[in-house]
């Protein structure tokens, strides 16, 4: 059964021009809880009083919980759908990648624990979730492992060399198939619907942190409760800004 909330959202989703319309720059479960978590924030009485007395607009308020929601049910009908048409064998290859990744990870944990610079850049690694992310995980853990090899010399359990060079020629193989996916009229459909719904909602909940960080200019504790812990993060490491605020239609 469709979810009414998507399906109210729908037209309004479909008249996005395509070219304000992108793909998510953040892992979809983190961003889903991250804006839970600020509707939660923006129920309080206090705040949202606060929020309407600098200008917001109540419907934004009002709506995100709906929003969270539509976008959450894109968002499945997109993985059902994506992952339905997979073949046996990229669907094993992609097992294969996931245990690796794992496996990598377990060691790293072990073998770096005393390197806090490599722990911080593995924690960054491991944040995301899906076949992409998985696939430039491995990579991304392949490079971290040769720039420390050393460290993993005295783990008599652990091939530091042959999970490196595994790890790489995962990566080929599963880009090679992930390559030769094709997607279906429907499944297309899918995956255009879950980004317009992830655009609609990112732009609506940067209004409302753009808002909150205005209203409490000058109380640093709650202003960082209207940022993006993910994204604050990233910024940390050298990576871009948060998304900035294009307005969005607000529905009746």
Same mark, same amino acid.
């Given at each position: 059964?469709?979810?009414?909330?998507?399906?109210?959202?729908?037209?309004?989703?479909?008249?996005?021009?395509?070219?304000?319309?992108?793909?998510?720059?953040?892992?979809?479960?983190?961003?889903?809880?991250?804006?839970?978590? %600020?509707?939660?924030?923006?129920?309080?009485?206090?705040?949202?009083?606060? %929020?309407?007395?600098?200008?917001?607009?109540?419907?934004?308020?009002?709506?995100?919980?709906?929003?969270?929601?539509?976008?959450?049910?894109?968002?499945?009908?997109?993985?059902?759908?994506?992952?339905?048409?997979?073949?046996?064998?990229?669907?094993?290859?992609?097992?294969?990648?996931?245990?690796?990744?794992?496996?990598?990870?377990?060691?790293? $944990?072990?073998? %770096?624990? *005393?390197?806090?610079?490599?722990?911080?850049?593995?924690?960054? @690694?491991?944040?995301?979730?899906?076949?992409?992310?998985?696939?430039?995980?491995?990579?991304?853990?392949?490079?971290?492992?040769?720039? $420390?090899?050393?460290?993993?010399?005295?783990?008599?359990?652990?091939?530091?060399?042959?999970?490196?060079?595994?790890? $790489?020629? %995962?990566?080929?193989?599963?880009?090679?198939?992930?390559?030769?996916?094709?997607?279906?009229?429907?499944?297309?459909?899918?995956?255009?619907?879950?980004?317009?719904?992830?655009?609609?909602?990112?732009?609506?909940?940067?209004?409302?942190?753009?808002?909150?960080?205005?209203?409490?200019?000058?109380?640093?504790?709650?202003?960082?409760?209207?940022?993006?812990?993910? !994204?604050? $993060?990233?910024?940390? !490491?050298?990576? *871009?800004?948060?998304?900035?605020? @294009?307005?969005?239609? @607000?529905?009746?």
């Amino acid at each position: 059964m469709a979810n009414p909330k998507l399906v109210a959202l729908k037209p309004i989703l479909l008249a996005l021009p395509a070219a304000d319309v992108g793909a998510p720059d953040i892992p979809i479960a983190i961003s889903l809880q991250e804006n839970a978590n %600020l509707s939660t924030l923006t129920k309080d009485p206090a705040v949202r009083t606060r %929020l309407v007395n600098v200008g917001l607009v109540v419907g934004l308020l009002d709506s995100l919980d709906d929003d969270i929601d539509a976008t959450r049910a894109a968002q499945s009908d997109w993985v059902v759908l994506r992952d339905k048409s997979k073949s046996a064998g990229q669907r094993a290859l992609e097992d294969e990648g996931y245990a690796q990744r794992k496996s990598i990870v377990s060691a790293c $944990r072990w073998n %770096l624990r *005393a390197d806090r610079v490599a722990l911080g850049v593995l924690s960054a @690694i491991v944040e995301g979730e899906g076949v992409p992310d998985m696939i430039q995980d491995l990579s991304d853990l392949a490079t971290l492992m040769e720039s $420390r090899l050393s460290a993993f010399a005295s783990d008599q359990t652990f091939d530091a060399q042959a999970a490196i060079q595994k790890a $790489r020629t %995962l990566v080929g193989d599963l880009e090679g198939g992930v390559g030769l996916e094709k997607f279906t009229k429907e499944q297309a459909e899918a995956k255009d619907l879950r980004d317009r719904a992830f655009t609609y909602l990112s732009n609506r909940v940067n209004q409302i942190r753009e808002a909150g960080r205005y209203a409490y200019v000058d109380d640093e504790a709650m202003t960082k409760k209207f940022g993006s812990e993910y !994204r604050r $993060r990233h910024r940390s !490491r050298g990576n *871009a800004p948060e998304t900035p605020v @294009i307005p969005t239609p @607000i529905l009746p």
